[in-house]
């Protein structure tokens, strides 16, 4: 074994005198100047690194990376990169899930498969399902991101902020063009692009009318031949 391997067992070992569960101790990775609380259970390809803090009856991984940041009590990781942010008590996240650094995930949040956070405050109870992108926002308590909504934070130059009132419902591939407020309550349209504020307990729409234009297959059938 080498001085790490070494090193990495004495930091295991110290832990599950702790009462943290580490089943498999070949492919997780604890490094010195971890704090784990009792209870939590620590799942194959994880890797904490110095300075990490995680709370009581947490299931981390597996495969999970957490740097430089705190994790609450009852949390869950599946699949998860976390760097220099906070994720708060009975947080749900993953699989497949990247939070980047000076986020704040609240309590009892879920974020679903292939979602980004970045630079953004998520309050209590939200639920940003799966394909979704957060940046550079500060969203509300139990709002509801239908799947494939981003928001558009970057304009070439500046970084822009998004703001998501409580109770919100966003409809699925919304995008929200930054700078841009959504009051308590409001609700978008699937496929909506929004780049106006939306009052308090209103449907933003931002798209084109249907047009159904019919017998188009039969005169562009030219385009269609082998």
Known sequence: MTKNDIRNQKSIEFHEKNGVKIPYHQSVIIEENVTIGSGTEILPNTMIFSGVTIGENCVIGPNT????????????LNSVQCYQSKVLDNADIGPFVHIRPNSVIGEKVH?????EVKNSNIDESTKVSHLTYVGDADVGKRVNFG???VTVNYDGKNKHRTTIGDDCFLGCNTNLV???ALCDGAYTAAGSTITEDIPADSLGIARARQV???GWREKNKDRFKK
């Open 65 to 76: 990376l957490i740097k430089e940041s705190t994790i609450g009590n009852g949390v869950k």
């Open 178 to 180: 930054a700078p841009v």
């Open 111 to 115: 974020l679903g498969n292939f979602v």
């Open 212 to 214: 159904n234009i019919e």
């Open 147 to 149: 799947c494939g909504t």
